[in-house]
Nanobody, 113 residues
């Protein structure tokens, strides 16, 4: 079964850190680009970061230098390390396989004191 499952969200204070994980299953994971999106309350879903099969990365400007996307092809995992979190980073974070238009269910990140 083709599936994406995110984990690792939570409540964190401003300046804190989290690691989000995405477990992929059911497809040849290593061959494909993977992406992380987020959706803040009342806002549209936005692309946060992407990583190619070999590991090339891109980031939206607001997270550059604070977030790091990585992958472990052997384990079929994609990670998003979030550092120096800000309240504006609050939202549901989704793992996405664009080739198949496949989305995970998301994991909630809340940044608040």
């Amino acid at each position: 079964q083709v599936n994406l499952v995110e984990s690792g969200g939570g409540l964190v204070e401003p300046g804190g850190s989290l690691r989000l994980s995405c477990q992929a299953s059911g497809f040849s994971f290593s061959a494909f680009d993977m992406m992380w999106y987020r959706q803040a309350p009342g806002k549209e879903r936005e692309l946060v970061a992407s990583i190619s099969g070999p590991g090339g990365t891109t980031y939206t400007p607001s997270v550059k230098g604070r977030f790091t996307v990585s992958r472990d092809n052997a384990r079929r995992m994609v990670y998003l390390d979030l550092q120096n979190l800000k309240p504006d980073d609050t939202g549901v974070y989704f793992c996405h396989w664009p080739t198949a238009k496949l989305w995970g269910r998301g994991t909630q990140v809340t940044v608040s004191s």
